[in-house]
């Protein structure tokens, strides 16, 4: 296969409601996605960055440029180019994994396409269908939060997460307990908004039953995360701190996490995510597919994802409905808890071109 050009295209998606986490809050969308054109097939990617670096240290702006300078061109010179040689290609430039990922994907889903296989296939699905969680932003009261939770147990979501930050933490869980019982299965996520010093805090959410705590401390303080869990029974899960397989490996190794949220986009990629898979599977580790408010296209490739063995949790893999009026694909739709996995080549899904065409605010076409 040859990469014979490549789309970079901007587009912003209004969000339902503002999303609100320990690092800020968030009322658009606004994502780069990559259209990969070879000789046999053209394929999707999507960048998972943000607009500031508040979730890890990529942007979109930074992607972007990153994409055009350096890791296209690298590509651009291949003459057999298959999506595992992606990563190997790309080795030699360091970090900008969700850039890294979103031209793998890009890549992989032309590969997919020429030779019409299956995303969900290539990586080893064993599943048609995969149920889905929830994640709720930080709210400006106990009541809105009820609310909200409410609904989303009523659309059929079979997992809740809450986002906490210090001041919003153990009367949310409370809250939630009591109003909804404590079969609910329930998490929280803290964007690393703590420090060891909030140990004995942290520890007072050990009597709600959470299914875990995602990334109370810093990226990279992984070793505190083996210290915190002296204190704290609930399980640690890690997310922002895992990077790689090998970052993966240390982390189970230092007693730092007992639960893996698997990312592609801060991986470098749905290949490097299986492998962190693998590693997990390896040490009994359960892992479950994360989310960053992706369109249609990486919610797909997610969907994909969280339908191999290892995922034995429910992920952030929510309903197109959850984040947006209108997606840029035909929507996912919760059935029963779930959403089914796509069963067309690649990533199995296709922009509507109109919808695109809307949300589009720039391209910029890359040739050589
Ligand atoms: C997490 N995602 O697991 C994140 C991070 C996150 C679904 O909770 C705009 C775009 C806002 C991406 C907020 C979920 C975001 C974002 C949070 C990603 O940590
Ligand atoms: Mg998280």
């Known amino acids: 296969m040859k990469l014979t050009g490549l789309e970079l295209r901007r587009i912003a998606m209004p969000l339902v409601a503002p999303f609100r986490t320990s690092f800020g809050t968030q009322t658009t969308r606004d994502i780069l996605l990559l259209r990969a054109v070879t000789g046999d097939a053209e394929g999707w990617g999507e960048c998972v960055t943000l607009p500031d670096p508040v979730y890890s240290s990529e942007y979109v702006d930074a992607a972007a ?13 291949h003459e057999r180019l298959e999506a595992h040689l992606v990563g190997p290609a790309l080795a030699h430039f360091k970090g900008h994994r969700m850039a890294k990922a979103a031209l793998e994907m890009a890549v992989l ?3 997919l396409r020429a030779s019409g296989r299956t995303l969900a296939r290539e990586l080893g699905a064993v599943r048609d269908r995969v149920p889905c969680g929830v994640s709720v932003g930080i709210m400006g009261s106990t009541g809105e939060l009820l609310d909200a939770v409410g609904g989303y147990l009523d659309e ?8 906490i930050e210090p001041g919003w933490d153990v009367e949310p869980v409370r809250a939630v307990r009591e109003r909804f019982g404590d079969d609910v299965l329930l998490q929280v996520d803290a964007n690393t908004a703590y420090t060891l010093a909030d140990a004995r805090h942290l520890a007072r959410l050990d009597p709600f039953g959470l299914l875990l ?3 109370p401390l810093p990226e990279e303080d992984v070793l505190a995360h083996a210290e915190l869990a002296k204190t704290v029974r609930t399980p640690i899960c890690l997310d922002e701190s895992i990077t790689s397989a090998k970052s993966a490996a ?11 949220n698997i990312k592609p986009g801060r991986v470098g990629g749905y290949l490097e995510a299986r492998r962190i898979a693998d590693v997990c599977a390896a040490h009994d580790v359960p892992v ?4 960053m408010l992706e369109s249609g296209l990486g919610r797909a490739a997610n969907v994909a994802l969280a339908a191999l063995p290892g995922f034995t949790l429910p992920g952030d893999t929510s309903a197109s409905g959850r984040y947006y009026r209108t997606d840029i694909t035909p929507p996912f739709v919760l059935e029963d808890g779930h959403l089914p996995v796509p069963t067309a080549p690649g990533i199995g899904v296709d922009p509507i071109p109109e919808v695109l065409d809307e949300v589009t605010t720039s391209t910029e076409w890359l040739s050589w």
């Open 109 to 111: 889903d032309a590969e």
């Open 65 to 77: 440029d990153v994409l055009r300078r350096f890791l296209v061109p690298a590509l651009a010179a």
């Open 288 to 291: 479950w597919c994360g989310g």
């Open 156 to 163: 059929g979501y079979v997992r809740i997460k809450l986002k």
């Open 213 to 215: 705590i995602e990334q």
């Open 250 to 260: 240390d982390a189970i190794k230092l007693g730092a996490c007992h639960v893996v």
